[in-house]
T-cell receptor
Framework: SQKIEQNSEALNIQEGKTATLTCNYT??????LQWYRQDPGRGPVFLLL?????KEKRKERLKVTFDTTLKQSLFHITASQPADSATYLC?????????????FGRGTSLIVHP | DGGITQSPKYLFRKEGQNVTLSCEQN?????MYWYRQDPGQGLRLIYY???????QKGDIAEGYSVSREKKESFPLTVTSAQKNPTAFYLC?????????????FGEGSRLTVL
């Protein structure tokens, strides 16, 4: 069966450290992978996109890697801040009926301690 | 300001009643989506529409219905056939063009069945 797996346990880190979140998938051949941030009671907000033929993308303190052989994406936040505390969702582009439909993992909660 | 507006933000319903959640966008996006989010779970796709007057079932469409009579509007009806409707409902849209375009989300509607 198809699965998108993100760590269900919250990730606790100290301010200033690098947070690394993982997204693993099985039985998908995604055209792309996206990362979103979600605050409690709010809608997700798009952060980064990486395509199937790309290895790494960066945006300010954020970095995403995509390994289609390992079927894994890593999401890094460097110099983390308490304001980075949120749930982070990965989404794969799944082909369905001729369209690519974003399909989400459960998300990982990140808590950055001052 | 462009964006997606969902209403109501909170809704209470008695068992056996249908309820309609509103989703309006002024982003001029063709594609619109409805997701459901339960505690500890990711976003699950209910219905999506790539163009006006057309929509497709997602992974958990049973007990739900939608319409897409206007580009700006994609209302979701939660019917009495939905066995466990208490959840957080998120509407999203995506701009035309690249198959990997980011989703823009509304702020969500939280439905509670009493």
């Amino acid at each position: 069966s198809q699965k998108i797996e993100q760590n269900s346990e919250a990730l606790n880190i100290q301010e200033g450290k690098t947070a690394t979140l993982t997204c693993n998938y099985t039985n998908y051949s995604p055209a792309y992978l996206q990362w979103y941030r979600q605050d409690p009671g709010r809608g997700p907000v798009f952060l980064l996109l990486i395509r199937e033929n790309e290895k790494e993308k960066r945006k300010e303190r954020l970095k995403v890697t995509f390994d289609t052989t390992l079927k894994q994406s890593l999401f890094h936040i460097t110099a983390s801040q308490p304001a980075d505390s949120a749930t982070y969702l990965c989404a794969l582009g799944r082909l369905s009926g001729g369209s690519y439909i974003p399909t989400f993992g459960r998300g990982t909660s990140l808590i950055v301690h001052p | 300001d462009g964006g997606i507006t969902q209403s109501p933000k909170y809704l209470f319903r008695k068992e056996g009643q249908n309820v309609t959640l509103s989703c309006e966008q002024n982003l001029n996006h063709d594609a619109m989506y409805w997701y459901r989010q339960d505690p500890g779970q990711g976003l699950r796709l209910i219905y999506y529409s790539q163009i006006v007057n057309d929509f497709q079932k997602g992974d958990i469409a049973e007990g739900y219905s939608v319409s897409r009579e206007k580009k700006e509007s994609f209302p979701l009806t939660v019917t009495s056939a939905q066995k466990n409707p208490t959840a957080f409902y998120l509407c999203a849209s995506r701009r035309p063009g690249p198959r990997d375009g980011e989703l823009f989300f509304g702020e969500g509607s939280r439905l509670t069945v009493l």
